[in-house]
């Protein structure tokens, strides 16, 4: 299973509070508090920042061990947290806003199952409910055409090696992590989407209101991330 492993080491590796506090502000610059779903909330960097900042959450995660790093950082239990598919949500009620972030979107792998998804999120907002997501830009592909590679060591000593190749539409990433008895390694893909079809297969459910690239380019620019802001369709 992906993440059980990496989650213990997760922070370690990927956190960064700057640019956590930048989603919280993108956030915030489209939705006041309320209540809100998080897909795919990782350790609960930004879930927990967000009730910092007034919003009632609830929050998931695939990886049983994601959700356990993230309730041991909010003690105060303000957070209810669910281990589940964020693809599925018949159990859960509606929200006024949904957030899917830090690539999770882009670990949907095919078309078909994006295009449910968009759907089941569009079931669970409330009447002018707002979606948040993040995904690749086609220049990752580029950027990962050549092999990258990082090592180094976490502080309990345990060395670890992160490679990322992208090849067609798909960005691999490898993990290897030497303990002292074992080797444990992960292997992660995720897809990534042309905008014009992203905006085609959304216009099914939402209306897209703000596209930017690395959160304050306007429009599908050159960078790494295209920010979507989109609230949901009314019934007609």
């Known amino acids: 299973m992906i ?26 610059s489209e939705l006041a ?20 900042k ?62 449910a998804f968009f759907h ?10 707002l979606f948040f997501f993040d995904t690749h830009s086609l220049d990752r592909l580029e950027e990962f055409d050549s092999e990258y590679n990082e090592t180094g060591a976490f502080e309990d000593g345990c060395q670890y ?15 290897a992590f030497y303990m002292k008895d074992k080797v444990i390694q992960e292997h992660h893909i995720q897809r990534v989407y042309d905008p014009q079809w992203l905006a085609k297969t959304l216009s099914k459910y939402f209306d897209i209101l703000k596209v930017t690239t690395d959160f304050d380019i306007e429009g599908i620019a050159p960078g790494e991330k295209y920010f979507y802001v989109c609230r949901k369709k009314v019934q007609e």
């Open 161 to 175: 090696q992160w490679s990322i190749m992208a090849e067609d539409d798909y960005v691999y990433q490898d993990f």
């Open 33 to 52: 508090p309320c209540d809100c779903l998080e897909l795919a909330c990782g350790s609960g960097e930004i879930t927990e920042m967000l009730v910092q």
């Open 54 to 115: 007034g919003y009632t959450m609830t929050a998931l995660d695939l990886s049983e061990e994601m959700v356990k790093q993230a309730k041991s950082k909010n003690l105060e239990g303000s957070i209810e947290f669910l281990c589940q598919d964020m693809r599925h949500l018949n159990n859960l009620g509606s929200y006024s806003g949904i957030f899917c972030l830090c690539d999770s979107f882009n670990y949907i792998l095919e078309k078909e199952e994006i295009d």
């Open 120 to 129: 089941e999120v569009s079931q669970h907002l409330k009447p002018n409910g």
């Open 3 to 28: 993440y059980n492993t990496l989650a213990h080491y997760y922070d370690a590796l990927v956190k960064d509070e700057e640019a956590s506090r930048e989603w919280v502000s993108w956030i915030e």
